[in-house]
């Protein structure tokens, strides 16, 4: 069975600081992994995708993953935080037709 | 690209009612998928269309619930005798294979 775990529930940085958002899979075969962005009171939009391409993946907004096998990690960063970046961000894994994901973070941009 | 739209964003209804909602995929996307959100929670696949036919139903879709997708266009969710504990966000997505975008959903509230 396929799953994420996303580490920290809630992560705070400063306005301008790195954005680090972590996301660990586990998968029995190489998966495709996503991360999503969700404001309130909305669906989700997608950031960006891994799909055994690159193992760097750029998104829009200024995000980027890496995908790292031998770490089984996915993690979400972008240098300079925004305030319009204050949102749910959630990680998914796929192999089939269904998404399995994460329980989420909640990011709070501090002024 | 008018995106993924849901109708309606919002229901309310008493215990023992039937709602049904409404999805209309990317014109394109031959996929059509339904999953549900609770309150801090990420998403949880519901059932998935390739054109008209539904080939995977979660065991959370209980007999209650029903999803049909006429024609391979749009997609209806119905629920009858809402309970309570239905009450969620009711989200579907598009996709032409392993990328999902997703609509604003419908949020529904069983009193």
């Known amino acids: 069975a396929q799953s994420v775990t996303q580490l920290g529930s809630h992560v705070s940085v400063s306005e301008g600081a790195l954005v680090l958002l972590r996301c660990n899979y586990s998968s029995s075969v190489p998966p495709y992994l996503f991360w999503y962005v969700q404001y309130p009171n909305q669906g989700l939009q997608l950031l960006l995708k891994?799909?055994?391409?690159?193992?760097l993946v750029k998104g829009i907004n200024g995000f980027e993953a890496e995908f790292k096998k031998s770490e089984t990690s996915f993690h979400l960063t972008k240098p300079s935080a925004h305030m319009s970046d204050a949102a749910e961000y959630f990680c998914?894994?796929?192999?089939?037709?269904?998404?399995?994901f994460g329980t989420g973070t909640r990011l709070t941009i501090i002024p | 690209d008018t995106g993924v739209s849901q109708d309606p964003r919002h229901k309310i209804t008493k215990r023992g009612q039937n709602v049904t909602f409404r999805c209309d995929p990317i014109?394109?996307?031959?996929?059509l998928y339904w999953y549900r959100q609770t309150l801090g929670q990420g998403p949880e696949f519901l059932t998935y269309?390739?054109?008209?036919?539904?080939?995977?139903k979660s065991r959370l879709l209980s007999d209650r619930f029903s999803a049909e997708r006429p024609k391979g266009s749009f997609s209806t969710l119905e629920i009858q005798r809402t309970e309570q504990g239905d009450s969620a966000m009711y989200l579907c997505?598009?996709?032409?294979?392993?990328?999902?975008?997703f609509g604003p959903g419908t949020r529904l509230l069983v009193l």
């Open positions: 997505a598009s996709g032409p294979q392993e990328t999902q975008y």
């Open positions: 891994y799909t055994s391409a690159a193992t």
């Open positions: 269309f390739q054109n008209e036919a539904q080939l995977e």
């Open positions: 014109s394109e996307h031959n996929r």
């Open positions: 998914a894994v796929t192999r089939s037709e269904k998404l399995t």
